[in-house]
């Protein structure tokens, strides 16, 4: 009997725990239901609701955590489509494409022959994946291989077209060390320090591009002249917000501020959006306010906005760059702009055709084209930035042509 | 809707419940209550397909009130036939009514299911037909299979004597009530007919039903879908090893037991929290010593569908030699084919057909459940068949199927990377799999109080893990949601 009226209290006790769970978890997620409906309607309801509720779930991260956790205790190296390579470090799966190499080398060929056309430089900067050359990170059995490999041979190919190029994959992901040094574990992106290293070896490339002797180690570009502050355990990146922090654990993060005075103007679309130190105009301090799961801190260095630009009246160079980048640039453009007088920024997976970025170069004008980019361009479409069509102008650009050609003063 | 969704779990469900219990039964009223939510359930995903489903309600009622008319007509003598002699057959009106129930419930199923298959078989076996037979391309409804199933048990049920249900609502209740709507089990009439009306849910009922519940639904989200991504990348294309081609098949033998089963339980617990007792589904068919043991263990509601509405009034095995065989090749054939329109799921059940008829006729069942030794040997044969059946079951086509078996008996290497990455990466879910596909925790030493009450906390443990699953991952269909 005793032992019956045990095993009833338990179940009594499990079937209440359950219906506070589910009841609790459904009351809160009434509200983005009622956003669903209201939003799209009953004949779309169930669709809308599907595809936003697990993403409104109560306490998410929590859940996020507990998933990665329960697949590090049993061994497993993927979870939720990312996986934990030899050394620690989380990435995506990458698997083989031979297709996709000649066609980007095609179209990088052809924007920057058109830039050079209108008498503007161009250099094509190759940054680094998480990949280390000589190492074979993935775990045993899976398949062996290395974005970087891709981009080496992107970079070799345009150097065999006469384009300029800097390689700085061999620079920072040559071996394991330099993978755990200048890359986040949990993030796919690489630290502010090594983009910092990669801007002042930028600077050194355009200082022969453009003759410009202020762009040969320029003091700015010494870290001993920044200040570093580090927070710890403060990041959990991309790729840890989908894994949980007890999978792969917890970033630190650290940033950069000038200890000389800067005075920089940043730009969006021409119109004016903030103005003061290198701290309150370039970096972004709010994300490392919010919480650890919702906080993208590589976010500190910049937004991947479309078309900012920013004007440093103090700047040594009076250089104009137009770096045409994805997000691994955000920092290199910042710490830039404490050299250069004129340094805009576009992003081509914000463009809307490939010959968006030659209309930039049409209305910016700049002294020299950056295109700086990991290895993921190599494959995405968007950064196929010519369709080999002659560029037709908007009225917009052709109308700023005849005035100043200059959107940022 | 999935049991194992978002907006199942945390508003469908609670909300029902609510609504279910503050309802009095008078009047119908709970009854009238779930029959709404089980139309709501079925039409938040397929709006269209509801009104097939109604539209097979109706007609199943009126059908089986014509049988029973024209049944008790039959059986008052009111058409007394000089022919009413043994072995003659007496055509009544009851068994043409029947005929035409059975020939809609089967024109709806035929026409949803089977016509793009039939139509695209034609075509490619006669291609100079093809301006003739046009190639159709009609959407399953999803659960058709079930529930048809269930209409046909009830026509024929009245037929043999059960009476038919006169209120529309109750049977339309009992063929759509949305715990077993979209994957069984397959319920009885008579399995439910009291119970739809005269049903008292006690509080040890629902917390009953509540455990069954949660532990599906942990089946399904921690053990099914696990093995799922090791199935589905084994059979995406051929394997490039032996022991890939072994480990994926194994791991979809496991993931369609603990999708299917798992689904069960949510579906016998969610019943429970309704008040009804559904019968049980599956009984850790693994551990059959027989293929024909097998068949007593799956799919048990399906199993016995087949033997009391095709093999016995095909007259079973009481038939000579001959007969039998044909019986159990009818029987095995439309298993398959009820599984899927794709020639797969006929090979498969023709499999399945062969085994259990080679078994009957040598009375090997019997031999091996009396010897040790030849249990020893058979037990792992019947194993290997399941799993091999599974291969044919899972792969997309014959050919597709051919080459996954090919690389399993030695057409390709021994060992490669997906083989050495998977294996490692499933050891502890495939090692809870294996101690979950038996009937290891039932064990007597087990039964302690205190080790039951902590399974309970465990159980729970795994819900709160399940739902991490289930917030990461929101697409994981069911295996038989399909069928």
């Known amino acids: ?409 | 809707m999935l049991f194992s969704s978002v907006e199942f779990l945390f508003l469908f469900l609670p909300f029902v419940l609510a609504g279910y219990y503050v309802l009095p039964f008078r009047w119908n009223l709970k009854n009238y209550f779930l029959l709404a939510a089980s139309l709501g359930f079925y039409a938040w995903g397929e709006p269209k397909f509801v009104f097939a489903m109604l539209a097979s309600i109706a007609f199943n009622y009126a059908a089986a009130l014509v049988i029973e008319r024209l049944r008790e007509r039959r059986s008052r003598g009111d058409r007394p036939t000089e022919s009413r002699s043994r072995g003659t057959r007496d055509p009544t009106g009851a068994k043409v009514a029947l005929a035409v129930a059975v020939a809609g419930n089967l024109a709806l199923i035929g026409v949803w299911k089977y016509c793009n298959f039939v139509t695209a078989t034609l075509r490619a076996w006669f291609p100079s037909w093809q301006g003739a037979i046009p190639q159709t391309s009609f959407l399953l409804p999803i659960g058709i299979s079930f529930f048809t199933f269930q209409a046909l048990s009830y026509v024929v049920d009245v037929y043999r004597g059960e009476r038919a249900q006169r209120n529309p609502l109750l049977l339309g209740l009992y063929i759509a009530l949305f715990p077993q709507l979209i994957a069984g089990p397959i319920v009885r009439y008579t399995t439910v007919r009291d119970q739809l009306t005269a049903r008292r849910t006690t509080w040890d009922q629902f917390t009953a039903g509540v455990f069954r519940f949660v532990v599906g639904f942990n089946k399904k989200m921690l053990l099914a879908n696990l093995m799922a991504e090791v199935a589905d990348k084994a059979f995406a294309g051929a394997p490039g090893s032996v022991s890939f081609a072994w480990l994926g098949a194994v791991c979809y033998t496991l993931q369609i037991y603990f999708d299917f089963s798992g689904y069960s339980d949510m579906a016998i617990g969610l019943g429970k929290m309704f008040g009804f007792n559904f019968l049980e589904n599956f009984n850790y068919p693994y551990v059959s010593k027989t293929v024909t043991e097998f068949w007593r263990r799956w799919h048990m509601s399906l199993g016995s569908w087949f033997r009391d509405y095709v093999y016995f009034p095909l007259g079973g095995s009481r038939v000579g030699r001959g007969r039998l065989v044909f019986n159990l090749a009818v029987v095995w054939f439309l298993t398959g084919l009820w599984h899927g329109a794709n020639w797969t799921f006929i090979l498969w059940g023709c499999l399945y057909g062969v085994l259990i008829t080679g078994e009957k006729l040598s009375g090997w069942v019997q031999k091996v459940e009396g010897s040790l030794v030849l249990r020893l040997f058979y037990q792992p044969f019947t194993m290997v068949m399941i799993i091999l059946g599974w291969v044919l079951f899972r792969a997309p086509s014959i050919g597709a199927a051919g080459h996954h078996l090919a690389a399993m008996f030695g057409a390709v290497p021994l060992v490669d990377g997906p083989a050495v990455f998977w294996s490692r990466e499933m050891v502890v879910p495939l090692a809870c799999a294996l101690v979950g596909s038996a009937p290891v925790l039932k064990a007597r030493f087990l039964s302690g109080a205190w080790l039951v009450a902590f399974g309970y906390g465990v159980q729970f443990a795994l819900f709160i893990l399940s739902i991490s699953c289930l917030v990461m991952n929101a697409h994981n269909p069911f295996i038989y949601f399909n069928f």
């Open chain 1, 1 to 409: 009997m005793g032992k019956h009226l045990s095993i009833r209290y338990a179940r009594a006790s499990f079937a209440l725990a359950f219906l506070v769970t589910v009841s609790v978890t459904g009351w809160k997620l009434l509200p983005a239901c009622r956003r669903s409906v209201g939003s799209v309607g009953i004949r779309k309801f169930p669709a809308a609701v599907q595809k936003e509720l697990p993403g409104r779930f109560p306490y998410k991260h929590v859940f996020v955590d507990l998933n990665g956790g329960a697949c590090r205790a049993i061994g497993r190296r993927l979870c939720n489509e990312r996986i934990l390579f030899k050394d620690g470090i989380l990435g995506y799966m990458y698997m083989p494409r031979s297709d996709a190499v000649g066609p980007y080398i095609d179209a990088t060929a052809d924007f920057a022959r058109r830039v050079e056309e209108r008498g503007v430089s161009f250099l094509y900067v190759q940054l680094p994946g998480k990949f280390a050359l000589d190492e074979d990170l993935m775990p045993e059995g899976v398949e062996h291989y290395n974005p970087n490999e891709e981009a080496l041979q992107a970079v070799a190919g345009l150097a065999e077209r006469g384009v300029r190029t800097l390689d700085l994959v061999r620079v920072f992901a040559t071996t394991r060390t330099d993978v755990e040094a200048n890359f986040f574990r949990t993030d796919h992106h690489w630290r502010g320090r090594a983009a910092f290293e990669a801007t002042g070896l930028v600077a050194r490339e355009l200082a022969e591009i453009l003759g410009d002797p202020a762009l040969r180690e320029p003091p700015e570009l010494d870290i001993g002249n920044w200040e570093k502050r580090t927070l710890k355990q403060a990041f959990l990146g991309s790729h840890g917000r989908r894994t949980g922090r007890w999978f792969a654990g917890i970033d630190d993060f650290e940033y950069f501020t000038p200890k000389f005075e800067t005075d920089i103007q940043r730009y969006r679309a021409g119109k004016l959006q903030s103005q003061g130190d290198f701290e309150k105009s370039v970096l972004d301090v709010r994300h490392l306010s919010r919480p650890i799961h919702v906080r993208n801190a590589f976010g500190v260095f910049g937004s991947d906005r479309n078309e900012e630009a920013f004007f440093n009246g103090r700047a040594r160079s009076k250089a104009r760059i137009l770096v045409v980048k994805d997000s691994f640039a955000n920092p290199m453009v910042g710490f830039l702009s404490t050299v250069c007088r004129d340094v805009m920024k576009v992003d081509p997976r914000k463009f809307s055709s490939p010959d968006d970025a030659m209309k930039c170069v049409e209305k910016y004008r700049p002294d020299a084209v950056v295109m700086v980019v990991n290895p993921t361009a190599v494959r995405n479409e968007r950064f196929r930035l010519s369709s080999g069509l002659p560029v037709l102008l908007s009225p917009l650009a052709c109308d700023k042509l005849s005035r100043t050609g200059n959107v940022a003063h």
